[in-house]
C-alpha cells in the first residue's frame, strides 16, 4: 500500500500492530484501534498553495498540533501567515487531538483526509 513518493515526517518508534475494520461506506470502526501509522491526504482550498505531495504517513499517536506545524513547514509559512485545517471540510479538530482519534471517527478509504485554507473556509 506504500506509494513510493510518499515520506514518512516522523520516524516511527512503536513496535506494536493494530487493524482498523472498515464499514462499507469504507469508513473505519470507531471501537478498533488506529494503525501505527496513518495515511493522512491534505486538499487545499481557496486561495492556498498546493502541495507537490499531497499524500504523508504519520504516526497515530501525534497530536494535530503537530499536523499544523508540518503543513506550515511544507507550505513554507510564516508564523504571521493564516492558516486553517478542517478534517472532512467539517470541522477544526482542537490542536491537542490525536490524529489516531480522528482518523477512527473520520476516515475515509483508509485515509484521513485534511482539507487546508488561508481562509476560514468551512465550519
Given at each position: 500500500m506504500s506509494d513510493p513518493n510518499e515520506e514518512d515526517l516522523v520516524q516511527s518508534?512503536?513496535?506494536?500492530?493494530?487493524t482498523v475494520?472498515?464499514?462499507n461506506s469504507g469508513q473505519a470502526s470507531i471501537n478498533s484501534p488506529a494503525p501505527d501509522k496513518i495515511i493522512v491526504y491534505f486538499k487545499n482550498a481557496g486561495g492556498a498553495q498546493a502541495l507537490k505531495q499531497k499524500k504523508f504517513k504519520l504516526q497515530s499517536n501525534l497530536s494535530f498540533q503537530n499536523v499544523i506545524d508540518k503543513l506550515r513547514s511544507q507550505l513554507k509559512l510564516?508564523?504571521?501567515d493564516s492558516l486553517f485545517l478542517f478534517v472532512n471540510q467539517v470541522f477544526q479538530p482542537s490542536?491537542?487531538?490525536s490524529l489516531g482519534e480522528l482518523?477512527?471517527?473520520?476516515s475515509h478509504n483508509e485515509q484521513l483526509i485534511i482539507n487546508y485554507s488561508d481562509l476560514p473556509a468551512w465550519g
Open positions: 518508534s512503536s513496535t506494536t500492530t493494530s475494520t472498515t464499514s510564516k508564523s504571521t490542536p491537542d487531538e482518523y477512527k471517527c473520520f
